[in-house]
């Protein structure tokens, strides 16, 4: 299995330069397709219901203080996907890759797993919190979103 660090490598290296912010929801919308296409996590580390939508806390550290990330700047190793996790990323670049950070952020404040985090952590929309968001919530919801019934 990848990790976060080998997903932000492959999406930098296909897509970059980006926002941080970007690659934080790029590989949200990622993990969360390959989930209800594969029924599988795309990679361990788990998404946190930060303010600004979901982050993966040990992806943020890698790009801590930064806005703009370029091709090379999260080292990790894009050959660690296997074909399926590298299809489900590309075919989440190919549909998200027009839109801003401020757009992606947008589209995980709709109802579902990360507004379920923050529910369950009992926060305002600008309190901090780290609050997991569940598989089994990101699954339903992005199996509704392309028609899988379980």
């Known amino acids: 299995m990848a990790t976060v660090r080998d997903v932000a490598a492959y999406i930098l290296a296909k897509e970059a330069p980006m926002s941080a912010m970007k690659l934080q929801k790029l590989c949200y919308f990622a993990y969360g397709y390959h989930l209800a296409w594969e029924d599988r996590q795309l990679f361990p580390e788990r998404f946190e219901a930060w303010a600004n939508g ?7 550290g890698l790009h801590r203080g930064r806005f703009n990330l370029d091709k090379g700047d999260i080292v990790g190793d894009p050959t660690a996907l296997d074909f399926d996790e590298r299809d489900s990323v590309s075919v989440v ?16 404040h709709q109802p579902g797993p990360w507004l379920d985090a923050r ?20 699954a339903d919801f992005f199996g509704a979103l392309v028609g899988r019934e379980d």
Not at 102 to 107: D, G
């Open 93 to 108: 670049l190919e549909n998200f890759r027009a839109y801003d950070a401020h757009e992606l952020s947008a589209m995980t």
């Open 119 to 138: 529910k369950r952590a009992g926060v305002t929309d600008l309190q901090r919190s780290n609050e997991e968001l569940r598989d089994e919530e990101i």
């Open 54 to 60: 979901p982050v993966v806390y040990e992806l943020y």
